[in-house]
């Protein structure tokens, strides 16, 4: 075996971007400890998903569906390790790679989907606490990946602001908003009748009124979820960024796989939750968060600590091992 390590996962418009970026913060952590690394796969419809990778010189080679030539691939190109992280993958990938005589790790969220591996990763918060049919699992927050760009920020800490402030509001749907409920969102928040300055993040432009700008997808996203009062978001890869920084979040869901995760953070009291449409409900707890200082940072201080930023160490050595 050899210490290069790729990575198999798809990016864009109807995948999201999620997958692309828990792996990238994988590989900043290899390529710290002078591990070469290439991702493998597809990213289509996002320019700034494409710009996750050209940006931090992660080369980025077009993989073969079927998994005998990905195995043939991943020998070719002398790699050690294949890190999968895909719903879409056929269900024998694994068992190909490790036939060829590659180690896998399978990151996934909760429900393998038939994939073998010698070592599986699922950062889902209270995912030790559940049954798992496969083999040797990294399970919970302890393992959550995070990029550099997160682990760079702080969130100041704050008192409470003096009643009558503004508060600073951030709503993201990932790196595409592939489901297309940023403008939604936008609109429930305006409902809330509540003063606020709102930041939406849409690859799509839309009219919002005065209280809220619109940016399109932007590196400097973990910079304003630092500054924000309160996010808006779905139960995605970006709320484990969330936890670290210790920010308020109402979160909803805007596909299946996130509703474990959903329901784990909001039962917990780590996040408010919104449901999975902007309602008149959700407009409810939006306007109760806006209007109550205490209220949205007694979320963020109950998710403070959670994720400690160490995940990708932990991961990157368990992977290492493999080698």
């Given at each position: 075996?050899?210490?290069?390590?790729?990575?198999?996962?798809?990016?864009?418009?109807?995948?999201?971007?999620?997958?692309?970026?828990?792996?990238?913060?994988?590989?900043?952590?290899?390529?710290?400890?002078?591990?070469?690394?290439?991702?493998?796969?597809?990213?289509?419809?996002?320019?700034?998903?494409?710009?996750?990778?050209?940006?931090?010189?992660?080369?980025?080679?077009?993989?073969?569906?079927?998994?005998?030539?990905?195995?043939?691939?991943?020998?070719?190109?002398?790699?050690?390790?294949?890190?999968?992280?895909?719903?879409?993958?056929?269900?024998?990938?694994g068992t190909a790679l490790r036939n060829a005589g590659?180690?896998?790790?399978?990151?996934?969220?909760?429900?393998?989907?038939?994939?073998?591996?010698?070592?599986?990763?699922?950062?889902?918060?209270?995912?030790?606490?559940?049954?798992?049919?496969?083999?040797?699992?990294?399970?919970?927050?302890?393992?959550?990946?995070?990029?550099?760009?997160?682990?760079?920020?702080?969130?100041?800490?704050?008192?409470?602001?003096?009643?009558?402030?503004?508060p600073r509001v951030l709503c993201f749907f990932g790196?595409?908003?592939?489901?297309?409920?940023?403008?939604?969102?936008?609109?429930?928040?305006?409902?809330?009748?509540?003063?606020?300055?709102?930041?939406?993040?849409?690859?799509?432009?839309?009219?919002?009124?005065?209280?809220?700008?619109?940016?399109?997808?932007?590196?400097?996203?973990?910079?304003?979820?630092?500054?924000?009062?309160?996010?808006?978001?779905?139960?995605?890869?970006?709320?484990?960024?969330?936890?670290?920084?210790?920010?308020?979040?109402?979160?909803?869901?805007?596909?299946?796989?996130?509703?474990?995760?959903?329901?784990?953070?909001?039962?917990?009291?780590?996040?408010?939750?919104?449901?999975?449409?902007?309602?008149?409900?959700?407009?409810?707890?939006?306007?109760?968060?806006?209007?109550?200082?205490?209220?949205?940072?007694?979320?963020?201080?109950?998710?403070?600590?959670?994720?400690?930023?160490?995940?990708?160490?932990?991961?990157?050595?368990?992977?290492?091992?493999?080698?």
């Amino acid at each position: 075996m050899t210490g290069r390590v790729g990575f198999r996962c798809d990016a864009g418009v109807g995948r999201g971007v999620g997958h692309l970026v828990r792996c990238v913060a994988l590989a900043e952590e290899l390529r710290a400890r002078g591990v070469d690394v290439v991702f493998l796969g597809a990213v289509d419809g996002s320019e700034w998903a494409r710009a996750q990778l050209r940006d931090r010189g992660l080369p980025l080679l077009e993989a073969p569906r079927a998994p005998a030539r990905l195995a043939v691939l991943a020998r070719e190109l002398r790699l050690g390790a294949v890190v999968l992280d895909s719903y879409d993958l056929p269900e024998g990938t694994g068992t190909a790679l490790r036939n060829a005589g590659l180690a896998v790790l399978a990151i996934v969220d909760g429900d393998p989907l038939g994939q073998a591996a010698d070592l599986y990763l699922d950062q889902n918060l209270g995912a030790e606490r559940r049954p798992f049919p496969a083999g040797r699992r990294l399970a919970g927050a302890r393992y959550v990946l995070l990029r550099d760009s997160v682990l760079r920020c702080t969130r100041a800490p704050r008192e409470l602001r003096r009643a009558g402030a503004v508060p600073r509001v951030l709503c993201f749907f990932g790196g595409t908003d592939s489901a297309g409920v940023a403008s939604a969102w936008a609109e429930a928040l305006l409902a809330t009748g509540v003063p606020f300055e709102g930041t939406v993040v849409s690859p799509e432009p839309f009219a919002a009124g005065d209280a809220i700008t619109v940016i399109p997808p932007t590196d400097r996203l973990p910079e304003l979820m630092a500054t924000a009062d309160l996010v808006v978001t779905a139960a995605g890869s970006a709320i484990w960024e969330l936890l670290h920084l210790g920010v308020p979040a109402a979160l909803t869901w805007v596909a299946g796989n996130q509703l474990i995760g959903y329901e784990e953070l909001v039962g917990r009291g780590v996040a408010a939750g919104l449901g999975n449409t902007p309602d008149a409900r959700a407009v409810g707890t939006l306007a109760r968060l806006l209007a109550d200082p205490a209220a949205r940072e007694e979320h963020g201080r109950r998710g403070r600590g959670l994720v400690d930023g160490r995940g990708r160490e932990r991961v990157g050595d368990a992977l290492l091992q493999l080698l």
